[in-house]
């Protein structure tokens, strides 16, 4: 059988001794308007008392600090899920992209200037030939020559820019 309090006293008693803020003038109006059931004999069950206690404000610091605590985890988790959400979208929109994306672009990108590169070599080695024209005094204007189209090919390697930003994964 349940637990049952008596009278109003001791259900009262018993909600003050567990910690809760609640007038023996609260407590007695609540019965009168219905919020707290009587048994036929006047005695209460400790479920119905138990339940009208979820109601009320609490004495115990414990009760209050576990409130908080689950407040602040609430907030931090939905804080979380805003996060996850703004990024999603700024993902959508093209403002992020996966790491092995943006890995595969950039390997992509340099196979193709090292192929230019390679392929620029061939072209152009007749014309460094005669710009040395066997003389050694000549490399200056090789080295100019060759600086000269290496920036033609940085140049075409750097025509895309990127907002990088690097967020795990």
Do not use: P
């Not at 048994?39 to 610091?61: A, E, P, R, W």
């Not at 920036?151 to 795990?168: M, P």
Request: hydrophobic share 35%.
């Amino acid at each position: 059988m349940d637990k049952r309090f008596k009278n109003r006293a001791e259900a009262l008693k018993y909600l003050q001794e567990s910690g809760f803020r609640i007038k023996k003038s609260k407590f007695y109006s609540d019965i009168q308007k219905g919020f707290i059931v009587t048994n036929k004999d006047g005695t209460f069950d400790i479920d119905v008392i138990n339940n009208y206690s979820k109601t009320l404000k609490s004495n115990n610091k414990d009760v209050s600090d576990l409130q908080e605590k689950k407040l602040k985890k609430e907030i931090e988790r939905l804080t979380q899920q805003v996060e996850k959400l703004q990024f999603e979208n700024e993902k959508e929109r093209g403002k992020y992209i996966l790491r092995s994306e943006f890995e595969r672009e950039i390997g992509s990108r340099i196979a193709a200037f090292d192929i230019n590169l390679r392929n620029m070599f061939y072209v152009y080695a007749s014309s460094w030939v005669d710009i040395l024209q066997g003389n050694d005094k000549n490399i200056s204007f090789f080295l100019e020559d060759l600086n000269l189209k290496l920036d033609i090919a940085l140049d075409e390697i750097s025509k895309t820019n990127f907002d990088i930003q690097f967020n795990g994964g």
